[in-house]
């Protein structure tokens, strides 16, 4: 079994950077109670404020998986686009 690793950036509109810390602030707490998240975090880049990067440890691609189909997730969906100018997603795995 081997680790997957998911960074997400996330850039927020313009006047909504605290809404969209909000909402994703509500996506820590579910995704850790998950079975196979080993880390879940939100971070806020210190040189641009519209900048939010998810760093995410996952047991393996399984987990990811069920946590995409999660209510928790399916919801953050549904909000994201009148938040968001952008989002990157950078998926890695071990050497």
Not at 16 to 35: D, W, Y
Not at 73 to 93: A, H, M, N, P
Request: overall charge negative; charged content about 25%.
């Amino acid at each position: 079994m081997s680790n997957v690793i998911l960074l997400v950036k996330l850039r927020a509109k313009s006047g909504k950077e605290e809404k969209l810390q909000e909402t994703l602030k509500n996506m820590v707490q579910p995704s850790r109670a998950e079975t196979g998240c080993v880390q879940y975090d939100l971070n806020r880049s210190p040189d641009d404020a519209s900048v939010f990067w998810f760093v995410e440890k996952w047991e393996d691609q399984a987990a990811l998986d069920v946590h995409n189909e999660t209510p928790h997730f399916k919801q953050l969906q549904t909000v994201l686009g009148d938040l968001i100018e952008s989002v990157d997603r950078y998926l890695l795995g071990p050497v």
